[in-house]
């Protein structure tokens, strides 16, 4: 799942029903890490191309909360090392 490219289309939803935002998975990512707690329970990407999930052996279409954790993480270990001078 890790592998998910960031310009990847992608739709954040969210379970209350409010307006989903449809852009790049980096967008929707991006979004979801300034969600409070309580958004953040509520919010799912769902993804244009299945991606494997740690420890499964079937692709999925829907990221839950805890695996756009793991992408937000992941966001920002790329973002510190983009900013790392040579």
Same mark, same amino acid.
């Given at each position: ?9 992608? @739709? ?35 993804? @244009? ?38």
């Amino acid at each position: 799942m890790m592998n998910i490219p960031w310009d990847q289309p992608a @739709t954040l939803i969210d379970l209350d029903g409010k307006t989903p935002i449809i852009g790049t998975i980096f967008d929707c990512v991006t979004h979801f890490s300034l969600f409070k707690p309580f958004a953040k329970e509520q919010a799912r990407i769902l993804l @244009t191309r299945p991606a494997f999930r740690p420890g499964q052996k079937t692709r999925t279409w829907v990221l839950n909360p805890n695996e756009i954790e793991m992408l937000v993480e992941k966001w920002a270990v790329d973002i510190e090392e983009a900013l790392k001078p040579d």
